[in-house]
T-cell receptor, first 115, second 114 residues
Framework: DAGVIQSPRHEVTEMGQEVTLRCKPI?????LFWYRQTMMRGLELLIY????????DSGMPEDRFSAKMPNASFSTLKIQPSEPRDSAVYFC?????????????FGPGTRLLVL | AQSVTQPDIHITVSEGASLELRCNYS??????LFWYVQSPGQGLQLLLK??????LVQGIKGFEAEFKRSQSSFNLRKPSVHWSDAAEYFC????????????FGKGTHLIIQP
């Protein structure tokens, strides 16, 4: 099993630019999660999808952030325009959920630096 | 509000000594609880999880954790640490009943002394 795949692994951009982070969940998983990790706030949930449908986006910091899941094998997190305070490590995780909570498996993360 | 608390930001342990990392939770009902480990520059790896049943759960790499409802705790233990155990450890919780985002503690940084 390939695990959760994220790209790019590192991204350096300038303030005001659009940033797109990509995630491929584990095959057969039906839930996908986006998390952000910073020194100040730790790991926090941004948004999650069940069966490609966004369920809870209350963690998305503001309208500059958007996420999509057009099919079961691909999701994007977009920041437009980016700001220096968006610098963080962004993790994607997936799980196979039935009647009970299942384990979330994390990707390696995308380390974003906005200058 | 649901929360997970890890009281210790840093823990230093000598190699070969025993380890206990603390985790407390605040949920309306018994949550699903997890311990993850993160090595520098890496993603999160699941060590163990508690859903229900036996309150002492075994995980990978020789780790175990005990769920104590009366203390709202889910502490992680290892009888003898190795230098390779140096990492950041995160306790996380989720409500039951289907897919739900995890609520993480702030993490405990484990330092191993030779």
């Amino acid at each position: 099993d390939a695990g959760v795949i994220q790209s790019p692994r590192h991204e350096v951009t300038e303030m005001g630019q659009e940033v797109t982070l990509r995630c491929k969940p584990i095959s057969g998983h039906n839930s996908l999660f986006w998390y952000r990790q910073t020194m100040m706030r730790g790991l926090e949930l941004l948004i999650y999808f069940n069966n490609n449908v966004p369920i809870d986006d209350s963690g998305m910091p503001e309208d500059r952030f958007s996420a999509k899941m057009p099919n079961a094998s691909f999701s994007t997190l977009k920041i437009q325009p980016s700001e220096p305070r968006d610098s963080a490590v962004y993790f994607c995780a997936s799980s196979r959920v039935g009647a009970t909570q299942e384990t979330q498996y994390f990707g390696p993360g995308t380390r974003l630096l906005v200058l | 509000a649901q929360s997970v608390t890890q009281p210790d930001i840093h823990i230093t342990v000598s190699e070969g000594a025993s380890l206990e990392l603390r985790c407390n939770y605040s949920y309306g009902a018994t949550p699903y609880l997890f311990w993850y480990v993160q090595s520098p520059g890496q993603g999160l790896q699941l060590l163990l999880k508690y859903f229900s049943g036996d309150t002492l759960v075994q995980g990978i790499k020789g780790f175990e954790a005990e769920f104590k409802r009366s203390q709202s705790s889910f502490n992680l233990r290892k009888p003898s640490v190795h230098w390779s155990d140096a990492a950041e450890y995160f306790c996380a919780g989720a409500s039951g009943g289907g897919a739900d985002g995890l609520t993480f503690g702030k993490g405990t940084h484990l330092i191993i002394q030779p």
